[in-house]
């Protein structure tokens, strides 16, 4: 299988497009050369995180006619550790493969249509909304990050006060100083005078 398709009028997206054999349909791959995405085929049944790792792509599209578990098991494996936007093409849907969709983490799945004008407006959106979903994810767990660190804080200023006889406002400042010196974040900073002040006792 050649291991790389070119667009004449390349939009600078790489495109991995999964398909289950060699003797594929080229109708999706030719409608994404046609909207600038340079197109990169591989089997279903290849690793696909290894795929994945080597062509480092900006989206990910399946032209298949059903996911094995393999296949989900991979995409889901993805989706934790280095997600991606999926999009799903197909010619057959029934409750079955929706419901194997819908573990897949796939952001979007298209019945039938490869015409480019509507490939290219599905990837679209679906990369708009997968970049959406990724920002509020990562909002929410910066949100929990600082909230468990206002915890540590907490607690170190509690230990600094009880210890040096230092006011609230004292002990924060001393945390602010030691984490400026030492370039760490305060509750970095925080975590560490609880261990060395449990540690002395």
């Known amino acids: 299988m050649q291991s790389k398709y070119e667009s004449h009028r390349s939009i600078g997206l790489r495109a991995l497009l999964l398909v289950e054999s ?18 990169y085929p591989a089997l279903t049944s290849s690793h696909i995180l290894k795929v994945v790792d080597n062509v480092d792509p900006n989206v990910i599209i399946l032209d298949v006619d059903r996911l094995t578990t393999d296949n989900i098991h991979s995409l889901h494996i993805l989706n934790e550790i280095d997600p991606r936007p999926m999009v799903i093409f197909t010619e057959f849907s ?14 979007a799945y298209i019945v039938g249509d490869k015409l480019p004008q509507h490939v290219g407006a599905t990837i679209q959106i679906a990369i708009v909304r997968f970049r959406e979903v990724q920002s509020l994810k990562n909002e929410l767990t910066e949100t929990k ?17 009880t210890s040096k006889g230092l ?14 010196d030492n370039s760490q974040r305060i509750d970095e900073v925080a975590k560490n005078v609880i261990s060395f002040m449990q540690a002395v006792g």
């Not at 109708?27 to 340079?38: E, I, K, S």
């Open 22 to 39: 060699e003797n594929f349909d080229r109708d999706l791959r030719n409608a994404l050369l046609t909207c600038g995405y340079d197109v």
């Open 94 to 107: 029934d409750q079955d493969m929706i419901d194997r969709v819908l573990k897949s983490k796939i952001n």
């Open 145 to 161: 990050r600082k909230l468990e660190g206002r915890k540590w804080i907490d607690k170190a200023k509690g230990l600094l006060m």
């Open 167 to 180: 006011t609230e406002d004292q002990a924060y400042q001393t945390l602010r100083k030691m984490a400026m």
